[in-house]
């Protein structure tokens, strides 16, 4: 690990950085008091694990990671919901880095499995979780309201 490069637990004050980094991600403006109470609702609920990266004290990256018990699995998996390295930090291995610690936490946890979804605009994603050791394994269906 580069030594500038810190990995902790998201706090509750890590808020702006979050919603700033997720509306980056999703190119739009989501409303904030919505997204607060949803952010704090997640960072609540002891079945989230909320990492943040920090290099020379600035956020730099996050990772959202909801478990769950699933009865197809017969056990508890876990799921990538937000992953995000700003722009000029990527390619760094800071995502690996955030990566590694979530596999250390599903090991820990004795997690059946870790999910990602990427959406399908983002096409070089497929490559990054690839080389990370993921399998496109599945197709995932949505339908929008």
Same mark, same amino acid.
């Given at each position: 690990m580069n030594p500038s490069t810190k990995i902790r637990k998201i706090q509750t004050s890590d808020l702006d950085l979050v919603y700033k980094? *997720?509306?980056?991600?999703?190119?739009?403006?989501?409303? !904030?008091e919505v997204f607060a109470a949803i952010f704090n609702e997640n960072l609540a609920n002891p079945n989230n694990f909320y990492l943040i990266a920090e290099k020379d004290n600035e956020g730099v990256g996050f990772i959202? !990671? %909801? &478990? +769950?018990? #699933? #009865? %197809?699995h017969c056990g508890r998996v876990g799921e990538i919901q937000e992953f995000f390295i700003s722009? $000029? %930090?990527?390619? $760094?291995? *800071?995502?690996? +880095?955030?990566i590694e610690k979530i596999m250390q936490y599903a090991e820990e946890h004795k997690l059946q499995s870790i999910e990602v979804t990427t959406n399908k605009r983002r096409v070089e994603n497929v490559m990054i979780y690839?080389?990370?050791?993921? &399998?496109l394994s599945h197709n995932k269906f949505t339908i929008y309201k």
């Amino acid at each position: 690990m580069n030594p500038s490069t810190k990995i902790r637990k998201i706090q509750t004050s890590d808020l702006d950085l979050v919603y700033k980094s *997720i509306c980056e991600l999703e190119n739009e403006e989501l409303d !904030f008091e919505v997204f607060a109470a949803i952010f704090n609702e997640n960072l609540a609920n002891p079945n989230n694990f909320y990492l943040i990266a920090e290099k020379d004290n600035e956020g730099v990256g996050f990772i959202s !990671f %909801h &478990t +769950q018990n #699933l #009865l %197809h699995h017969c056990g508890r998996v876990g799921e990538i919901q937000e992953f995000f390295i700003s722009e $000029k %930090h990527r390619g $760094k291995g *800071i995502g690996r +880095q955030l990566i590694e610690k979530i596999m250390q936490y599903a090991e820990e946890h004795k997690l059946q499995s870790i999910e990602v979804t990427t959406n399908k605009r983002r096409v070089e994603n497929v490559m990054i979780y690839e080389n990370l050791g993921f &399998t496109l394994s599945h197709n995932k269906f949505t339908i929008y309201k």
